[in-house]
């Protein structure tokens, strides 16, 4: 007889023998004993997961002589047909190779007439997604309600290229990925059907090559069986699959941590020019640095292991690393990988992968050193936020709304009252603030006044919009509003002037107090000001003349709003087309 892959020898031929996919067959199996089967299924997952095989397996649960059954007998007439492939009343059809509508027409007509010899007609069409738009569409109508003796079992690798009004009339089932485990499982029971001794590790390296895949795996299982004699060993294994072996996965990691990059290089020149791909190198780094994440968390999850066996020197190697390490490691070849895909000098990325974890801190020592060497302005901004938390803490304990820490308490002000025309400003605290204000206190507030505004929610920094500040003191500013209603929505919200004299803090280095004032007040308690303390004052020269003289420097008040003219005319004029639109000229 003619050699057949073990692919095709060892298909699962009932569920029973299928490999993962647990939530599939307990479905299925579930529907045939209640004989609740549907009309059309649609089987979605990636190759070699068992799809096809699981689509012939429910056809012969269908039409097995011992129905309802969960599972075919494979003794009866009919299972034996379909398991040979001849019986007339299960059609497998393949859509890649037959995707125009007129095939599927053909088999649109012949759904209609009943079985020969068969409970069910059953249609499996593999590569569903290869079907044109005519054909889908013909198919459609006959999908949606198809004669009662029709099942249709649509199969594919790409679920999302289907219409979705084919996939609304389907039970959709999710083909996942075999696990190495099971993988594993199944080379096991044929390697001892076939009575050929082997080595474990050689298995996990054809596992780990399948990636998920049952058929990958068997087939790349029968070409190191072919090249091997009595015994199926570990080298046989990487040398057919092209993986490497976890010594020189050692050997590259040591000379990591030791930063030897001129032996990493010649490593990875060795491999690639014995035919190793530089992609598949760099998935396998990933897996053998999982490997060691896994090793160095548990000692209990060596079964999860796919590259590393769990031996003395893999475990110390393990923990000669961080974890975070680990992880950089793992992010650096993951994006390297991505980039490769679309590059043809793959060797470059991955030499430079290599470099850049060459340069990563690969240890715990090394990452405490590397604590130390932080930028100066970082360390600068550190600082300022220490002494500001300073601040804040001393005046939690003393009560002070702010102020600098060296300056002795003061009381908390009292609540502000409100005049019958409206907010009243606290004209004793402003007052205070004058007697102490300076120059560089106002152009510091000025220079962070802006950036600050920035920080805040535009609906806050809208309030702020027709205001600006006009005296400061070393603990305290004032803030001139343009409109009532808005100094005192500011002046009333406690949150929002502690949230703004912290973010002033953070440039400024000074926790400062707003006290906030309508424009009309402020005019007329800065000219108070500036006549109680003497200020611009007037006196007669010895000529008989007068004579404008300064008598005090301080205080400084930063206010670039004239004075209220006490003549009629402007006044006048001022009340009737507003200040904004009134200009005084001296001529």
Known sequence: MTYQAFYRVYRPQNFREMSGQTHVKRTLQNALLANKTTHAYLFSGPRGTGKTSTAKIFAKALNCEKAPTNEPCNECATCLSITEGSHPDVIEFDAASNSRVEEMRDIIEKVRFAPANARFKVYIIDEVHMLSTSAFNALLKTLEEPPPHAVFILATTEPHKLPATIISRCQRFDFKRLSSIDILERMKVILEDIHLSYEEQALKVIAQAAAGGMRDALSLLDQVVSF?????????????????????????????????????????????????????????????????????????????????TPEEKFVSLAHEFSADSLYTYIDILAKTQQEMRFSHHTKIYLETALLKMVQTPNSGAASMQAVGQIDPALNEKVANLERLVQQLSQQLATGVQGGNTGMPAKEAPRPRAKSQNGYQAPAGRIREVLKNATKQDIQKIKNAWAGSLSQLQKSQAALFAEAEPVAASDSAFVVKFKYDIHCRMVADNREFTNLFSQILAQMTGTMYEILCIPENQWVTLRQNFIKENGLNQKKESSEGTLVQETVHEQPFIDDTQEIVSEDPLIAEAEKMFGKDFVEVVDE
């Open 228 to 308: 091997s004699g009595d015994t199926l060993t570990l080298d046989n294994a990487l040398l057919v699959s092209g993986s490497i072996s976890q010594e020189i996965f050692y050997d590259v990691v040591q000379a990591l941590k030791q930063k030897e990059i001129a032996h990493i290089l010649t490593l990875v020149e060795e491999l690639i020019a014995d035919g190793k791909d530089p992609v598949r190198l760099a998935e396998d780094l990933i897996t053998f640095f999982r490997d060691l994440l896994l090793l160095q968390t548990s000692s209990e999850l060596e079964e999860l292991l796919e590259l590393v």
